[in-house]
């Protein structure tokens, strides 16, 4: 189960995201605000997605997306494919937040930010 939480601590309560396979975009949309809703969160990361395919100079998105052409993904985003890193850097970037993921497993704790410069933004973890 995915918990993303702004960083004013309006913590969701547990069991409170959907699990029906849109788990990671139920939990952006609910952190993000009442209003905003699973499709919503992947269209809008899509858009983004489509319009900034060079991340900067050395990083072009699609090339982190196998078995399939960029197209291909952002349509399977738009639809029901599961989040991943990609979608993650899209929903940042579309809508102007830091987002913090931790993933624990049996050997290894990771923690990634994924963000953009901007002063006042909204941290979801």
């Known amino acids: 189960?995915?918990?993303l939480w702004p960083l004013s601590l309006n913590l969701m309560p547990e069991g409170n995201v959907p699990s029906?396979?849109?788990c990671m975009f139920h939990a952006v949309a609910q952190s993000l605000s009442d209003s905003v809703?699973?499709?919503?969160v992947r269209t809008k990361a899509?858009?983004?997605?489509?319009?900034?395919?060079?991340?900067?100079d050395d990083?072009?998105?699609p090339d982190f997306v196998h078995d399939m052409t960029g197209q291909e993904y952002l349509?399977?985003?738009?639809?029901?494919?599961?989040?991943?890193?990609?979608?993650?850097?899209g929903i940042a970037n579309a809508f102007d937040v830091i987002i913090g993921v931790?993933?624990?497993?049996a050997v290894d704790m990771q923690y990634v930010?994924?963000?953009?410069?901007?002063?006042?933004?909204?941290?979801?973890?």
């Open 1 to 3: 189960m995915i918990h």
């Open 20 to 22: 029906d396979d849109y």
């Open 37 to 40: 809703n699973q499709l919503h």
């Open 46 to 56: 899509a858009k983004w997605l489509e319009g900034n395919q060079w991340l900067n």
């Open 59 to 61: 990083v072009f998105w």
């Open 75 to 89: 349509h399977g985003l738009q639809g029901t494919a599961w989040g991943d890193h990609v979608a993650l850097i």
């Open 102 to 105: 931790v993933s624990s497993e």
């Open 113 to 125: 930010y994924l963000q953009r410069t901007t002063a006042g933004q909204l941290c979801i973890f």
